[in-house]
């Protein structure tokens, strides 16, 4: 007895009509954006307004420290110094051989004094590692430093959403630009919505996800472009939303099966992955649903507002197998 395979379940032709629902789309994604827009600026208090900031742009204090040649239990650190009211916590190893170690991170609690508390993280650490622990190093994070990195991260996201808008423009038309672009705002808006509502901590590796999410969202995008601009070509009288929801038919399957695999592998890392990634984990798994909901009801509704101009050269069919002789 054969069977087929879990992915055949997947329609091969599809004929949904995405554009009927644009409207009712486009309103809701609107009212999201600015419901996430309220929860990350309110209230409006330095550096992170309404997001949980993390020890990077809060500021904080780091030891790093080293048990060389015994292996570093990140553990036992981790349930040490996970108890004394020091705010976001994070630790990490780092290095290989003579040079391995690993890292503490927390935040300072008000009221209390600095050198005090970095006195009982060593204890602390020392105790759980079962003692000959040797700290190498201790530093200060201050509001300034912070200031400067949370404002980096930010103009990192809109250089890279300003990149886009160029490599598109390039590639298709201004009018796909300006659609990848408003997907992309949406994208992000949203995924500062999710961060804010479950209060999840706001750091340098959010902002590396949130990058993340952006490319993804960009070549899903692309491929419905793609697809679009061939279809302009060849259906030259077909009026533009039918046009729009064929071509988004036609990669629906190719969008579903690369989402779901990317959401596979997310999951394991957030189940398996530890503490500090899964909150990676879970707004990668946001960011590519919408990215993929973006594409369909952000991106390609733009198109229809703006208008598109029509390829003067019909579309060349692709021939496969052997080259025809003359």
Request: net charge neutral.
């Given at each position: 007895m054969s069977f087929w395979p879990l992915i055949k379940i997947l329609p091969v032709k599809t004929n949904f009509r995405f554009v009927a629902f644009a409207k009712l789309a486009g309103a809701l994604s609107i009212l999201a954006a600015i419901a996430s827009l309220a929860l990350v600026l309110l209230p409006f208090k330095p550096p992170c307004g309404g997001l949980t900031c993390g020890i990077d742009f809060r500021g904080g204090t780091v030891l790093e420290f080293s048990t060389y040649p015994r292996p570093i239990d990140l553990a036992a650190v981790r349930a040490a110094v996970s108890d004394k009211g020091l705010g976001d916590v994070g630790v990490q190893a780092f290095g290989e051989g003579p040079k391995a170690g690993a890292m503490v991170r927390f935040q300072n609690p008000e009221g209390?004094?600095?050198?005090?508390?970095?006195?009982?993280?060593?204890?602390?650490?020392?105790?759980?590692?079962?003692?000959?622990?040797?700290?190498?190093?201790?530093?200060?994070?201050?509001?300034?430093?912070?200031?400067?990195?949370?404002?980096?991260?930010?103009?990192?996201?809109?250089?890279?959403?300003?990149?886009?808008?160029?490599?598109?423009?390039?590639?298709?038309?201004?009018?796909?630009?300006?659609?990848?672009?408003?997907?992309?705002?949406?994208?992000?808006?949203?995924?500062?919505?999710?961060?804010?509502?479950?209060?999840?901590?706001?750091?340098?590796?959010?902002?590396?996800?949130?990058l993340t999410i952006i490319g993804y969202s960009m070549n899903d995008t692309v491929v419905v472009f793609d697809r679009l601009r061939e279809n302009l070509r060849k259906y030259k009288r077909m009026p533009l939303r039918e046009v729009i929801d064929l071509s988004i038919n036609e990669t629906l399957s190719r969008t579903i099966i690369t989402g779901l695999t990317a959401v596979l592998a997310l999951g394991g890392l957030a189940l398996f992955g530890g503490e500090a990634l899964f909150g990676f984990s879970?707004?990668?798994?946001?960011?590519?649903?919408?990215?993929?909901?973006?594409?369909?009801?952000?991106?390609?509704?733009?198109?229809?507002?703006?208008?598109?101009?029509?390829?003067?050269?019909?579309?060349?069919?692709?021939?496969?197998?052997?080259?025809?002789r003359p």
């Open positions: 209390k004094n600095a050198n005090a508390v970095k006195s009982e993280i060593r204890q602390a650490v020392d105790k759980a590692l079962g003692g000959q622990v040797r700290f190498t190093n201790d530093a200060t994070v201050g509001a300034k430093v912070s200031g400067e990195l949370f404002a980096s991260g930010i103009t990192a996201l809109l250089v890279a959403i300003a990149l886009m808008l160029v490599y598109i423009w390039f590639r298709f038309e201004l009018q796909f630009g300006l659609g990848a672009v408003v997907a992309l705002f949406h994208d992000v808006l949203l995924t500062f919505g999710l961060i804010a509502v479950t209060k999840m901590e706001f750091s340098l590796t959010t902002i590396a996800a949130i879970i707004i990668m798994m946001f960011g590519i649903a919408l990215g993929t909901y973006s594409s369909i009801y952000v991106a390609a509704p733009v198109i229809l507002l703006w208008g598109v101009k029509r390829g003067e050269e019909e579309a060349t069919p692709i021939k496969f197998g052997a080259a025809s």
